[in-house]
């Protein structure tokens, strides 16, 4: 897994992953995380957006 912090504003960032699952048919996918953290730097909310590259719908 690589990620990359793209986007900080105060307490919300925007992290792009992407993972490389190896097994019989490997599997590649990309995402966008946004979280939101709390005053003493927790995870209070978290969303992601999976794509898969090479799918026709992206999933």
């Keep these: 897994m690589d990620s990359e912090v793209v986007a900080i504003d105060g307490s919300t960032a925007v ?7 190896l097994r019989d048919t490997p599997a590649r996918w990309r995402d966008l995380w946004v979280l939101r953290f709390d005053s ?19 999933q």
């Design 15 to 21: 992290v792009r992953v992407e993972v490389e699952y």
């Design 40 to 58: 003493v730097g927790r995870c209070t909310w978290f969303e992601e957006w999976p794509f898969a590259p090479g799918q026709p719908d992206g």
